[in-house]
């Protein structure tokens, strides 16, 4: 195991549970990042949990919708996820798949979820792009479960690792502005574990089985299944698993620090660019 200076362990600044939200043609969520409690955590603009086993809830999907100006992550669990956009891309995302979409200038595309023994289950993240790259050209980076490295951390400790490095191996992202991590953490029951982080990103950790206790052992905060914690600086975070071990994101990426203009599914730096944007996807531009 990693051995860092008990300093610059990353303290839990924040907990946060997630609302009950509809998007697209009714599908039901929990936002987590994008609310009004937590409308970004840069350069992190929304963290979508979705997780049902009622197709209602869920199978009239996302139809055709714009994107202008960030990155989508999807990260499938269980179930799939059909895909297409108006450049001819399209796709069938299955459990354990990820797809990192770099929307740029402008992108329409549809995310269709299909049953797989009836349960739907996983995430969508949206990263922040900075003003040099708003109208970079779309491209994805898609990836099936086999692809992505599973790493046995420590003992206990199980972490699939989607972007950045551990233990001399590296998730397959890659060329993405905010030099992200992501990874998605198996802990067993009691199990303790330091996960590296870069002390310039800003990070947050999603728990979505069992339950943690975050933070230097001075000031651990329990954190319980579908909580986010939000975390302070430092250069690792400290986990130690309750009894029904636990499973949980941990992201982090550098934070930008530029004005963000939002409308939707658009995301500027000024109100102008967000018109033009409008103007653009009107005028079939994307």
Do not use: C
């Amino acid at each position: 195991m990693n051995t860092f200076h008990p300093d610059h362990s990353r303290p839990v600044t924040r907990l946060v549970r997630g609302e009950a939200v509809s998007d697209g043609a009714g599908v039901k969520l929990n936002r987590v990042i994008g609310t009004q409690q937590v409308p970004d955590i840069d350069p992190f603009l929304m963290l979508d949990e979705f997780r049902s086993d009622v197709p209602g809830d869920y199978i009239a999907g996302f139809p055709e919708h714009p994107h202008r100006g960030f990155e989508t992550v999807t990260y499938m669990l269980a179930g799939r996820m059909r895909h297409g956009d108006n450049h001819g891309h399209s796709g069938l995302m299955d459990a354990g798949s990820v797809q990192w979409m770099t929307a740029g200038r402008g992108i329409v595309h549809s995310e269709m979820p299909e049953q797989e023994d009836g349960l739907m289950a996983g995430f969508q993240l949206w990263i922040n792009l900075p003003a040099r790259d708003k109208m970079t050209a779309p491209r994805y980076q898609e990836f099936p479960a086999a692809a992505i490295p599973v790493v046995d951390a420590a003992p206990g400790v199980v972490v699939k690792l989607i972007a950045g490095e551990l233990a001399g191996q590296r998730g397959p992202i890659a060329g993405v502005a905010t030099q992200p991590l992501y990874q998605d953490i198996s802990l067993a029951a009691n199990t303790a574990f330091s996960a590296s982080v870069p002390a310039t990103h800003q990070a947050f950790i999603y728990v979505f089985e069992g339950g943690v206790n975050a933070g230097p052992e001075s000031a651990r905060h329990a954190v319980q299944k579908k909580q986010m914690a939000v975390l302070g600086n430092g250069d690792h975070l400290e986990l130690q698993a309750g009894s029904e071990g636990a499973r949980l994101l941990l992201i982090a990426g550098l934070p930008l620090r530029e004005p963000v203009a939002r409308y939707g599914p658009f995301v500027m730096n000024t109100q102008e660019e967000i018109h033009q944007a409008f103007a653009d996807y009107r005028a079939g531009r994307f």
